[in-house]
């Protein structure tokens, strides 16, 4: 080296090393990204791929979700402040009940949702449980329709004098609740829809899961309250089978006034 030869930079190497190091740590973390992302793709392939598609039955309840439930639900069904609850995780049971019932679509917000005729058929109803399903889970019902033959009556009417006749009353023609709600007649229910009402606990009903009372349970609950339709009062007259109320009536009326008469007859003979 000539004394006219410039010098390289002391520093020219320690920047050069420190670049390198920087580099290697850039692609170091790049391929650690790359392997946890491909780790991922393999482990949940299905969060990867996106949402599954419908089936037949939940496109078909989508569809009628879209015309009538939207507005006050929601386009996911996470529903709307003012309007309706959300109904993801309800389930297709509180679906099928409510529209089958014809409580739903409701007009306007009551105090409670009255049983009327509804809008859609059974085959509709379930479509749109089964989309409510598909979108966010929930408590099904089982298959078929008959359930009270599955049930025995005796020990569904020990079950439904201890947890249901203190609304419905021990006939099952229902009862006034506070603040303007009631305990329907249970008259007109089937056995899909008692049961879907004792799993989900519509309005001010209280749910009883499977922890509560058993499926089989259920079955003995249904087989009991649809006895109640064709009994012919083997106790005497029903008095409208409406408990204590009519029963006290009747009893003021008849047996008093009878006791009065019977005593004046006695006044008048002695």
Request: aromatic content about 8%; overall charge neutral.
């Amino acid at each position: 080296m000539t004394p006219d030869t410039p010098r390289p930079a002391a520093g020219a190497p320690k920047q050069r090393g420190r670049a390198r190091r920087r580099l290697n740590s850039a692609l170091r973390m790049f391929a650690a990204l790359v392997f946890a992302g491909g780790i991922y793709a393999i482990v949940a392939p299905g969060g990867a791929q996106g949402a599954a598609p419908l089936t037949p039955a939940a496109e078909a309840g989508k569809a009628l979700y879209d015309v009538s439930c939207i507005t006050c639900h929601g386009a996911n069904a996470q529903g709307v402040p003012g309007r309706g609850p959300s109904l993801i995780g309800v389930g297709s049971a509180a679906v099928e009940f409510q529209v089958e019932t014809g409580r739903m679509p409701a007009a306007r917000q009551e105090a409670q949702a009255e049983r009327k005729d509804p809008q859609y058929t059974v085959d509709q109803a379930r479509q749109l449980g089964a989309f409510i399903q598909e979108l966010g889970g929930g408590p099904q019902l089982p298959e078929g329709e008959d359930f009270a033959s599955k049930g025995d009556i005796a020990r569904g009417g020990e079950l439904y004098r201890i947890n249901c006749s203190s609304c419905h009353a021990f006939s099952g023609g229902g009862g006034a609740l506070s603040s303007g709600k009631f305990a329907p007649s249970l008259e007109p229910a089937t056995d899909r829809q008692i049961y879907a009402a004792m799993l989900t606990g519509p309005q001010n009903m209280p749910v009883f899961g499977d922890n509560e009372l058993s499926p089989q349970d259920k079955f003995d609950i249904i087989a009991y309250v649809q006895n109640l339709k064709t009994d012919s009062d083997p106790g005497g007259w029903g008095l409208g089978r409406f408990g204590p109320v009519t029963e006290g009536l009747a009893i003021f009326l008849v047996g008093v006034v009878a006791l009065v008469f019977a005593a004046l007859w006695i006044a008048g003979k002695s």
